[in-house]
């Protein structure tokens, strides 16, 4: 429990939704459950047509705590903006609506703060219905370089996991709008190329479901593959920006958009083909890069550009492009993100279900 001495700070917890009011009224019971009690939550109806709009406003009626804001349908990212320009908390913590916190998640974090610390990350595991169903971690932390494991795809904590400082996240700035899927990637590589002092803590506080349904992404089919090419542009600007870029994080940019190279010439995006050559060769400039690039891969994309005739000959060359790349050790700079990590401790799992016990 909190220190009755010195006054709490609040902590402002920002929620986008859509259309998962029965998701979101557990999602509200593991917040508003919090052991830290100085709290600031602001749910964002992204124009849902279900029952949201009734069940926040009874949920408020009870607790002041919970504040509701209303936008037409214009995304999570809108959403999280709108709700990070209302908040007033010192820290600040971003949460779907149907992900589920540990009762004590808020208050270890605020205790494993200290004044030159800017965020604070815990673990996660996944689940499908509920806690301790689908005992996996979301990924592991090692020594290596975050930022190179982002920009290489290997998303190293869930959008929930931080916790952060509010001065931090105002040199960052908003979460971008132009995305329709991949903001967590993009977000937090962007905080990353501003350098946080981070405490990590190993702990499982933070749990993230598995589901398919409603999502707050406005449609599937906007979930276009250049989303990624924006993400990797933006820390590319920031690192050069920032004087930030080293020898892994350039390859590990230069090798995610290779891939997403290929897939936007499927799409017929010639101008993004472009722009994906162009930071691979700025991210990682050495002699065999630009052969790969240039000698294979590239007049490939160009083929599958021009004509489906010729995509026989330009899959050959892509096939020559990936033997290129491979030759470049780029090949294992992404680890997927997804895969399984056995998680076996259920104590905070129970910790949690005795929380909600009755609802």
Known sequence: MEDSGAPAQKVSIIIPTYNRSKL???????????????????VIDDG????????????????PRLKLLSQNHKGAQAARNLGYQASTGDFVSFLDDDDLWHPEK?????????PDVDGVVCQTVW??????????????????????????????WQTAAPLWRRPFLDKVGHWDERLTSGQDLDFHTRCLCFEPKLIILGEVLNFFREHTGTRITKDRKEEHPGNALVAMRNAHELLRARSLMTPDRGAAIASTVMRQSRTLALYGEADMVDDCMRIALDSHPSASTRRAIKAILWPANRLILRSRVVR?????????????????????????WWQKYPYDDLAAVECWKLALDGF
């Open 24 to 42: 979101l009224a557990i999602c509200l019971r593991s917040v508003l459950g919090q052991s830290y009690r100085r709290l600031e939550v602001l």
């Open 48 to 63: 849902s047509t279900d029952e949201t709009a009734s069940l926040l406003q009874s949920l408020a009626s009870n607790d």
């Open 106 to 114: 808020l208050e270890k974090q605020m205790a494993a703060f200290k």
């Open 127 to 156: 689940f499908r219905d509920w806690p301790g169903d689908h005992n996996f971690l979301f990924n592991i932390f090692d020594e290596r370089d975050y930022l190179a494991r982002f920009l290489a795809l290997d998303v190293v």
């Open 312 to 336: 026989p000959v330009a899959r050959a060359l892509r096939k020559s492009a990936q033997v290129a790349i491979y030759g470049l050790g780029l090949e294992n700079r992404r680890v997927d």
